[in-house]
């Protein structure tokens, strides 16, 4: 299509860019089905759809309504990721969310209303003397938290409570014993926005965890354990401990 200028028109060239689009338009959608081009320079009404350089026009279909659809359907399509996305999740806790078999050699410890048995978190005593293991619950205490537990429990004789801090939301015996929470304290403890001292114990039970590990026979590992040593992500844990602010939370 030429358009030829006449220097009595009044009409700007940028005003005759504009008079081009409009007709590449209109010519694509006459054709029932076709492709309409628009320009980054467009400047309709039609949003998102002005930055796509092509879009299908369905027969009958208008240039708005074609907006439309495609708007739903990246709708749709985004609702249906998110839901892969949660299901995919649902599924690797449902793999790693358990301890497995307890290995012939590391204690056992049968525990509550249901007798469910755990890894004895004693270790048969061969954790460092930062630890204090509560027989009361089958739960480690370290650092400071060890300090405190273990003089609670000696004093009255009666079951410590767990700190309240988000770590032992994660990992309810101290001491990760299933990967699923293994996972979730790595995530936390790499996270800079979490609590520096939430941070420093992260540390601290993962680094105790890892030395007892590689002092193990290997017959003697447990799943989470052999997820600790021999997964990439775990290996070189860098210390948080920066100053004597920090060390509060490992000596009191």
């Known amino acids: 299509l030429a358009v030829v200028v006449v220097t009595t028109d009044p009409r700007t060239l940028e005003q005759y860019d504009g008079l081009i689009e409009t007709q590449q338009k209109a010519a694509a959608a006459s054709k029932g089905k076709g492709k309409v081009v628009l320009m980054l320079s467009d400047k309709s009404d039609y949003g998102e759809l002005s930055s796509v350089h092509e879009q299908e026009l369905e027969k009958g279909e208008s240039v708005a309504q074609c907006f439309q659809r495609v708007q ?3 709708k749709l399509a985004a609702k249906k990721a998110r839901k892969a996305k949660a299901e995919a999740a649902l ?3 449902a793999i790693n969310d358990f301890s497995g078999h307890i290995p012939d050699g590391l204690g056992v410890k049968v525990w509550g209303l249901l007798n469910v048995e755990q890894l004895n978190s004693c270790f048969r005593g061969a954790l460092s003397n930062c630890v204090y293991y509560s027989v009361h619950n089958n739960a480690i205490f370290i650092g400071a938290d060890a300090n405190q537990a273990a003089a609670f429990e000696y004093s009255v004789h009666q079951q410590a409570k767990m700190p309240a801090s988000l770590v032992y939301k994660f990992v309810p015996r101290s001491f990760p014993h299933t990967p699923y929470e293994l996972e979730r304290l790595y995530k936390h403890y790499v ?3 979490a609590p520096h001292c ?4 992260m540390y601290l039970l993962m680094n105790e965890l890892l030395l007892f590990v590689q002092k193990l026979d290997k017959s003697l590992l447990d799943r989470t354990m052999r997820a600790l040593l021999y997964d990439s992500i775990y290996r ?3 210390s948080p401990i920066w100053n004597n602010e ?3 939370f490992v000596v009191p």
């Open 246 to 248: 920090d060390m509060d």
């Open 72 to 74: 739903y359907n990246k």
């Open 191 to 193: 996270n800079k926005h």
């Open 198 to 201: 939430d941070r420093v114990v």
């Open 236 to 238: 070189d844990l860098q």
């Open 91 to 93: 599924q690797h806790r």
